[in-house]
């Protein structure tokens, strides 16, 4: 299962010299440094032919940030930082004034999920002692709470629009599949039989929209996936789009806006659930990071606004130091 730890320097060090007996050595290693900003594009603002031309830094730091989800009435927005050295979740307002810290779980891998329908909660799933599992963080205040407890992973969860459910990814049957538990905890219920990953709930909250496999190779753009819908109950799983990117589409009122890969730009596009057509919203101006694990995109639920990460800085040094023993 994909999972987001945010690394900004690693060092691999390799003997270069082999010193006698009692002589100081020599060790090399590798120093990197990565910025994943957030771009937030007004789909609806000015453009230059096709290419979007209202686009902001979105509570910019220099550490890596990753979309989360819009709240529903879109005037917030949670997302995944780790500009205070562990990924954690964070939440500001939509123009990305506001901003706060939401968990201190310093957690090895955290992902950020959906809203609950009143707006006071969130679910995540972070690993905090191995095993990543799926909390509800109060926004309030107090501990998060631990919802699943089995063996395995289990994540990228969202809440369902009565409040009742928090459907998300697990692997305990094997490979990857779609689950559902009662939001205040209780037995989990398998939905999905020809594997799931990624739930997200659809406007009229009867169909669960998801993909049915991680990409070959790294997560992000490098791949592409199936979108494909089942009943909120279990049932019959149809496909929807035949060629998505994992973590770079989002439901949103009327159908599902999602990246596409061009040759020379990447492009937001838009499936809608009346006529099942897909068709453009415009080109961005920049590229979505390629950066495994790292890549992600958000859309409110109107359809205005959509949070776009991108690499703002990827470098790496070689370093010597001289005299070790």
Request: a negative charge; aromatic letters at 8%; zero cysteines.
């Amino acid at each position: 299962m994909a999972g987001t730890r945010a690394l900004h320097t690693s060092v691999a060090s390799l003997s270069t010299s082999r010193p006698r007996s009692g002589q100081p050595g020599r060790i090399a290693f590798t120093r990197s440094r990565t910025d994943v900003g957030l771009r937030l594009v007004d789909l609806e603002g000015p453009r230059a032919g096709d290419v979007f031309q209202s686009i902001g830094h979105f509570s910019d730091s220099t550490r890596v940030d990753v979309p989360g989800r819009f709240s529903s009435d879109g005037k917030q927005v949670a997302f995944l930082s780790d500009r205070t050295g562990w990924a954690e979740l964070w939440i500001a307002n939509a123009d990305g004034s506001g901003l706060r810290q939401a968990t201190t779980l310093h957690a090895t891998e955290l992902l950020v999920g959906s809203w609950s329908p009143d707006g006071r909660r969130m679910v995540i799933d972070a690993a905090t002692d191995g095993d990543s599992d799926v909390f509800l963080v109060s926004l309030d205040g107090g501990s998060p709470v631990r919802v699943t407890t089995e063996p395995g992973s289990d994540g990228l969860a969202e809440w369902s629009s009565d409040g009742r459910w928090i459907y998300f990814t697990s692997d305990r049957s094997g490979r990857p599949e779609l689950w559902k538990v009662p939001a205040e905890g209780g037995d989990a219920r398998r939905i999905t039989r020809e594997g799931g990953l990624q739930p997200q709930q659809g406007p009229e909250g009867r169909t669960l929209f998801y993909v049915d496999r991680l990409p070959a190779g790294t997560f992000g753009v490098s791949g592409t996936t199936r979108l494909m819908q089942v009943p909120v109950a279990g049932g019959k799983e149809s496909l929807v789009l035949d060629r998505v990117r994992f973590g770079l589409w989002s439901v949103i009122q009327g159908g599902i806006a999602f990246l596409t890969v061009g040759a020379d730009a990447d492009e937001i596009d838009f499936y809608g659930f009346g006529d099942r057509e897909v068709r453009r919203l415009g080109t961005l101006p920049f590229r979505a990071s390629r950066i495994a694990g790292l890549g992600g995109l958000t859309a409110s639920w109107d359809g205005r606004w959509v949070l776009v990460s991108t690499t703002d800085l990827m470098e790496s040094d070689i370093m010597v130091v001289d005299g070790v023993r």
